[in-house]
């Protein structure tokens, strides 16, 4: 089932294009990653899908039609840090955040067990870590039992201990059921975290889907061959291209999984001999800059 569609939302400020022809789907259960560089439109994006911003073109629909209020009660929602109290407690803060939401106060505790602070919930919110206070706020938005979580870059400017846990509270709630969209820059952090993405580059979609299938890569073999062995390497099978590398030739399969053993007896075959030969995989860094610099 598709939780959320988008179909061409664009979106301007004055002379700024922020988002321009955007369309794709979020499936039930996904963890989905709105990546791209900064000023890229993810924020704008989330606004646009959480009715604080209105686009200028483009549709969008939550749980399959225009969402209604009770839809939005569905959502729980972190665009930014809420304002909470410095000099109160975690518990009265989350009070305080159910109240405004017009919630009870009879998940809190369990809402604070679940994102690890319920042992701290007597302490005041100023003596807590950045991180703690980031797990407060997911707390806050987890208020009401919500079906979606709509996070926009969850793990920034928290130290390493601080993003791995909030990585992990995702993928928690990921895995009790709830679907996830998230906005983040980091590709790293996308392919740990997410199942599915779409990727923004000024404001364009560049490609959306599997997180796996985007990413997967093929081999790259490189090679040092005689000259007029380059069309026989291109028939070798599996090779989708071959190129030019630092006197090199590169050999670019669609797979992974390539035999260098088969490819030396082939050139062999061939009467080619091979100077030098080895395996060379594409990085994940090497991918995303090939999908955002084209
Ligand atoms: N209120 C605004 N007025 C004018 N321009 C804006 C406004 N908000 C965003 N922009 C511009 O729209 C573009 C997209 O910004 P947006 O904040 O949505 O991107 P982003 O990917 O979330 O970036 P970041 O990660 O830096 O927040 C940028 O060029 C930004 O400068």
Redesign the pocket.
Known sequence: MTILSVNGLSKR??A?T?LRDVSFEVPQGAVFGIL??????????LGILMDVLKPNAGTFQWFGHVPTADDRRRIGCLLETPNFYHYLSARRNLEITASIKGHGFGEIDAVLDRVGLLSRKDTDFSTFSLGMKQRLAIGASLLGSPEVMVLD?PTNGLDPVGIAEIRELIKSLSREGKTILM?S?LLDEVEKVCTHMAL?KK?ELLTTGRVSDILAQGDIVECKAPAGARDVLAAFPGVQAVQTQDGLLELVFAETGVSLGRINEYCFSHGIILEHLALKRKSLEARFLELTQN
Do not use: F, M, Q, R
Not at 36 to 45: A, D, I, R
């Open positions: 400020y004055g700024i922020a791209g560089p900064n000023g890229s439109g993810k924020t704008t994006l870059e906005a820059h923004l404001g």
